[in-house]
């Protein structure tokens, strides 16, 4: 029997169509469908002939059917299926009625999504990741500025990204020259306060009598001398922003009587004026000084004391992070290189030197030196006759100590096997209470572990 041009125009259309088109009639039964359609459900056309998308629900095939839910509901649908064959297909239903409103047919479209829904998880992992990688990056750009590898120092750290986002006063403790200032300004860089100004004042420079009119500022004509525009302070300058307070510990006591009426008012008066200024910011204060101890000698208020202690945060100095300073030497000299378009290096023995030195001018001191060895260096390769006498003369005392306490050890009637004996006994007692395991001893000594192993049997006992 020969087709007729309208059904071989319609299995033109369905063969060809890019997306798969399955006919179905009132009963379930598919009358015309793709010829390739259903290998993504796993069958071939001939599994599904004879049968209702009824069954094929129920044997799995379609899960589910969306002829099955146009056929209930009667009008258009639209479902994700999922398949055997691990296919995800996005199927949309229509329902066609005669011209009673009977439902005679439903044509359903279907279009394999496996690869987009895949594309899509790619893209949640990766968004996944990229929330991730932004969260490394705020943690590096709260690290940005300070640089360290000491475990006390990344807790010092991990405590300024908490404490950034709120307005408590921070207090920062250490000596000179270990970076009290950046990590002020780190405090402000990652607070909400970020955008308005940072004001930095350090207290010890400015004398008693001037501190009003510097803090407070002043208005016209108020004394000789004055702008007759009058002065905004340093206080009005950090409203919205931060204060950093720099060397508190300087602070004469009637200045700390002014300075305390403005952190429990949050409102002060210019020089010489008669309106009250609405002020808000975040304090930080630094100092060197043992506050407590000034209290107790009556040099520093304590009610004063109470309200710039709420975080106290104590930096380490650098002879007590052993670990940051070749990483701090390193750093600097990449950079200062880099500033003076430079390739000087450190020779070992002088990389060695600046290792066991104990920085008493901390992390500002040792920029400084490593800058004057680049700049007054004529060669390419710094050796240590190029260090200041400052650092040679403290590694010439602990020579001259050393060489003391040898001759104290040896006697007179000693012969060489003898003292070479007691000064590696000394050499390994050393070596063992400053090491954690025989491969840092061995590395310590410039001997192999073995032999670290093989001494310490000989020693051990003689501790």
Same mark, same amino acid.
């Not at 968004?127 to 807790?155: D, H, P, S, T």
């Not at 908490?162 to 921070?170: E, G, I, L, S």
């Not at 300087?250 to 002020?279: D, S, T, W, Y």
């Given at each position: ?25 009132? %009963?379930?039964? &598919? /009358? +015309?469908? #793709?010829?390739?359609?259903?290998? *993504? ?7 599904? =002939? ?92 709260? %690290?940005?500025? &300070? /640089? +360290?590898? #000491?475990?006390?120092?990344?807790? *010092? ?7 950034? =986002? ?96 403005? /952190? ?200």
């Amino acid at each position: 029997m020969k087709k007729s041009i309208e059904r071989k125009l319609l299995d033109l259309i369905i063969e060809t169509s890019n997306n798969n088109i399955t006919i179905a009639d009132d %009963k379930g039964y &598919i /009358l +015309y469908s #793709n010829p390739n359609h259903w290998s *993504i459900y796993g069958i071939t056309p001939e599994q599904y =002939k004879g049968k209702t998308v009824y069954q094929l629900q129920d044997e799995g095939v379609l899960s589910p059917s969306i002829t099955v839910m146009v056929l209930k509901e009667k009008k258009k649908m639209q479902v994700m299926q999922n398949t055997r064959t691990g296919r995800v297909i996005m199927t949309i239903g229509y329902p066609l009625f005669d011209d009673d409103g009977k439902l005679i047919f439903v044509i359903s479209y279907s279009q394999d999504q496996t690869e987009i829904s895949n594309l899509q998880d790619q893209y949640e992992q990766l968004e996944r990741k990229l929330k991730g990688y932004q969260a490394e990056v705020e943690e590096l750009r709260g %690290k940005e500025g &300070i /640089l +360290y590898r #000491n475990k006390e120092m990344e807790q *010092i750290v991990k405590t300024i990204q908490r404490v950034a =986002k709120t307005d408590a006063t921070v207090l920062l403790l250490g000596e000179s020259g270990v970076g009290k200032s950046m990590f002020a300004r780190q405090l402000h860089n990652q607070s909400t306060r970020h955008k308005e100004p940072f004001i930095e004042v350090n207290c010890s420079t400015i004398p008693e009598s001037l501190f009003e009119s510097e803090m407070f500022g002043y208005e016209t004509g108020s004394f000789t001398g004055a702008q007759k525009q009058g002065k905004q302070g340093l206080i009005e300058q950090a409203h919205n922003g931060t204060l950093f307070l720099d060397e508190i510990g300087e602070l004469p006591l009637a200045v700390q009587v002014k300075l305390l009426k403005v /952190l429990q008012e949050k409102k002060f008066m210019r020089l010489g004026g008669n309106k009250e200024r609405h002020i808000d910011f975040r304090l930080v204060t630094a100092t060197n000084q043992n506050l407590e101890e000034m209290v107790q000698q009556g040099t520093f208020r304590l009610d004063l004391y109470y309200r710039l202690n709420v975080i106290p945060l104590h930096i380490p100095p650098l002879r007590e992070r052993k670990e940051d300073i070749a990483f701090l030497i390193n750093h600097y000299l990449e950079e200062i290189n880099r500033k003076y378009a430079t390739r000087k290096k450190l020779h070992p023995s002088t990389y060695d030197i600046l290792i066991q030195y104990g920085w008493p001018g901390n992390v500002r001191e040792l920029e400084n030196i490593i800058e004057r060895l680049i700049l007054t260096t004529e060669e390419m390769v710094v050796f240590p006759n190029s260090l200041p006498s400052s650092i040679l003369g403290q590694r010439q005392s602990e020579g001259k100590d050393a060489s003391i306490g040898i001759d104290q050890t040896i006697g007179e009637d000693q012969d060489l096997k003898t003292v070479l004996e007691k000064v590696e006994r000394h050499m390994f007692q050393k070596a063992y209470k400053q090491c954690k395991s025989t491969y840092d001893m061995a590395k310590m000594l410039g001997i192999s572990q073995p032999s670290v192993i093989r001494k310490l049997k000989k020693y051990k006992e003689q501790f």
